[in-house]
């Protein structure tokens, strides 16, 4: 049984946190996507009111959407967690895979599987380049040997390493 990370809230607290999380960062990337758009449908001179009028009107249901995602992949990784006894990169590509066919499930099965798949493999693809963002910036870390003594040189090896050929 893997080490439970005691630094971290009880997963109640976590899904809440990521779900706000979420539905902000939503509603403002929301809000700037908007009103950029809104701005450029206005005719001029009406532009300000346009982006503030799009923004009102689109940024709480594209904050709305990501806090839906957030929230549910939270809860499924909570559950997934408690479900495998272990914290790993397999357990936000499953409950990525949970999310995705949850959301697209009102499609049908074979959407919601597509849609499965794909946040899946998403998720995967963002794990997979955190650990490797983590190995390489963690090279610093790594033990290295120690320095020689002033006026030795590091022996060569034979050319071949076959037992009597060299």
């Given amino acids: 049984m893997a080490h439970a990370d005691h630094t971290r809230d009880p997963c109640p607290w976590v899904i809440l946190n990521d779900f706000g999380g979420a539905f902000s960062m939503g509603a403002v990337g929301g ?4 009103g950029i758009k809104g701005a450029r449908n206005s005719p001029r001179g009406e532009r300000f009111v346009g982006a503030i009028s799009s923004m009102k009107a689109r940024a709480p249901v594209t904050g709305g959407n990501f806090g839906v995602w957030g929230g549910m992949f939270s809860t499924f990784d909570c ?3 408690g479900w495998r006894q272990k914290e790993d990169a397999w357990n936000a590509i499953i409950s990525g895979f949970m999310t995705g066919g949850c959301l697209a499930l009102r499609s049908g099965p074979r959407s919601a599987l597509g849609s499965a798949i794909a946040c899946g493999i998403l998720l995967g693809v963002f794990e997979g380049v955190g650990v490797l963002v983590s190995r390489v910036f963690s090279e610093g870390q790594r033990p290295q040997m120690a320095p020689l003594p002033a006026g030795m040189t590091p022996q060569s090896e034979p050319s071949s390493s076959i037992p009597g050929m060299q």
């Fill in 31 to 34: 809000g700037i996507w908007y």
């Fill in 79 to 81: 559950a997934v967690k």
